[in-house]
């Protein structure tokens, strides 16, 4: 038994314009790293990894001194991949976007018991609220819609991911990099992926307005 939460922190985070990778960026007095590792339940008790750019190993170090911290690679998976050989033997593993930062306990809750109740794989997701057009680029440079895309049988899929150990290295075992998500790997070698219901606070900050909604969110529950 035993929940191992990996958490890939080492992207540089250029589309949110603050001078630090997004991980190290402040929310009204703490980092994102800080308050991402902090919204981890102690019911799990969980061991964490986290996985920073290799020149910010000694800051997060010194921010999280309880967790373990390993350097990080050029893309998401090669840093998910530094986590997993950085893992303790925990049955279950969690790969958690750091840029979730507000992600509630009950989300990873959710996930672990879904796990533990026999799916290999399991993922947070929520119906999509927009109208969703395919789009190709047409000769006069514009977008021009292809169709309308049924929303209905739609997920937009969150963080945390859980998996078997087994499935999470065999999901590994063969990538060529591409993957935004870890379940996307786990589908591609014909693991069954399920959905349980994500939370809107699990949103990922990627673009200032991400991060005025997360300060806001923050100042807010202060309050
Ligand atoms: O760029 P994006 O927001 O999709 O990244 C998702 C997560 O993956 C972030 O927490 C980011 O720090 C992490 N990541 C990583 N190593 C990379 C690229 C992204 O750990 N090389």
Same mark, same amino acid.
């Given at each position: 038994?035993?929940?191992?939460?990996?958490? !890939?922190?080492?992207?540089?985070? #250029?589309?949110?314009?603050? !001078?630090? !990778?997004?991980?190290?960026?402040?929310?009204?007095?703490?980092t994102i790293i800080e308050r991402c590792v902090d919204n981890i339940p102690d019911s799990l008790d969980a061991s964490i990894v986290v996985v920073v750019p290799a020149d910010l190993v000694d800051r997060a170090r010194e921010l999280l001194p309880d967790v373990t911290i390993v350097p990080g690679g050029a893309h998401r998976s090669e840093s998910v991949r530094a986590g997993i050989a950085a893992a303790d033997a925990?049955?279950?593993?969690?790969?958690?976007?750091?840029?979730? +930062?507000?992600? +509630?306990? &009950?989300? %990873?809750?959710?996930?672990?018991?879904?796990?533990?109740?026999? &799916? /290999?794989?399991?993922? +947070?997701?929520? /119906?999509?609220?927009?109208? $969703?057009?395919?789009?190709?680029?047409?000769?006069?440079?514009?977008?021009?819609?292809? *169709?309308?895309? @049924?929303?209905? +049988?739609?997920?937009?899929?969150? #963080?945390?991911?859980? %998996?078997?150990?087994?499935? $999470?290295?065999?999901?590994?075992? @063969?990538?060529?990099?591409?993957?935004?998500?870890?379940?996307?790997?786990?589908? *591609?070698?014909?693991? @069954?992926?399920?959905?349980?219901?994500? @939370?809107?606070?699990?949103?990922?900050?990627?673009? !200032?307005?991400? $991060?005025?909604?997360?300060?806001?969110?923050?100042?807010?529950?202060?309050?």
């Amino acid at each position: 038994a035993g929940v191992c939460v990996i958490i !890939p922190a080492a992207g540089s985070g #250029t589309r949110l314009g603050e !001078p630090v !990778p997004k991980a190290f960026v402040d929310v009204c007095g703490r980092t994102i790293i800080e308050r991402c590792v902090d919204n981890i339940p102690d019911s799990l008790d969980a061991s964490i990894v986290v996985v920073v750019p290799a020149d910010l190993v000694d800051r997060a170090r010194e921010l999280l001194p309880d967790v373990t911290i390993v350097p990080g690679g050029a893309h998401r998976s090669e840093s998910v991949r530094a986590g997993i050989a950085a893992a303790d033997a925990a049955d279950i593993l969690l790969v958690h976007d750091a840029a979730r +930062p507000l992600t +509630p306990a &009950h989300v %990873f809750t959710r996930v672990v018991e879904a796990v533990a109740s026999g &799916h /290999p794989a399991v993922v +947070p997701g929520l /119906p999509v609220a927009d109208t $969703l057009k395919q789009v190709v680029v047409s000769d006069d440079g514009l977008e021009r819609v292809e *169709r309308t895309v @049924d929303r209905e +049988p739609l997920r937009a899929v969150q #963080t945390p991911q859980g %998996f078997t150990r087994e499935a $999470l290295l065999r999901a590994h075992a @063969d990538d060529s990099g591409l993957a935004t998500d870890d379940a996307g790997l786990a589908e *591609r070698c014909g693991i @069954d992926v399920h959905v349980v219901p994500g @939370d809107p606070l699990a949103m990922k900050v990627t673009t !200032p307005w991400d $991060l005025k909604i997360i300060r806001d969110v923050v100042s807010e529950s202060a309050e």
